[in-house]
């Protein structure tokens, strides 16, 4: 998948009240029952002296997927955000890959609800 087609999917979720780990669940199930091979990863986020641990995000096709960043380091232009290349950044994501179930979509749905009730 190429880099606008993940965003596509996730950008209109990003302001979703869930941290780190519920979005990167949510992640996960969408890619996976797309026929997709995510990967969740868990570990640490560094960037210019700031990190955040524990920290979630997904990988997929090279592709780094993290959408909650910036609620712990601050919306910042270098504090990566989205979908993205973590080499192409100055953060450094040190974890390892974790055991993920798919969460059903009403579940997903329920998990996504503060989103839904703010929007026009």
């Known amino acids: 998948m190429t880099r606008d087609e993940l965003a596509l999917l996730f950008d209109p979720l990003q302001h979703a009240d869930v941290e780190?780990?519920?979005f990167s669940r949510v992640v996960y199930s969408i890619l996976t029952e797309r026929g997709h091979r995510?990967?969740?990863k868990a570990g640490e986020l560094t960037i210019r002296?700031?990190?955040v641990r524990p920290h979630l995000?997904?990988?997929v096709y090279g592709w780094t997927i993290d959408?909650?960043?910036?609620?712990?380091?601050?919306?910042?232009p270098?504090?990566?955000h989205g979908v993205f290349r973590a080499p192409e950044t100055e953060?450094?994501?040190e974890g390892a890959a974790i055991e993920a179930k798919v969460i059903p979509e009403p579940v997903r749905r329920l998990m996504m609800?503060?989103?839904a009730e703010r929007a026009p």
């Open 91 to 93: 953060a450094i994501y």
């Open 20 to 22: 780190c780990d519920g």
């Open 38 to 40: 995510p990967i969740i």
């Open 57 to 59: 995000w997904v990988e």
């Open 78 to 80: 270098w504090v990566p």
């Open 113 to 115: 609800m503060s989103y």
């Open 49 to 51: 002296g700031a990190n």
């Open 67 to 76: 959408y909650q960043a910036r609620r712990w380091l601050g919306h910042e």
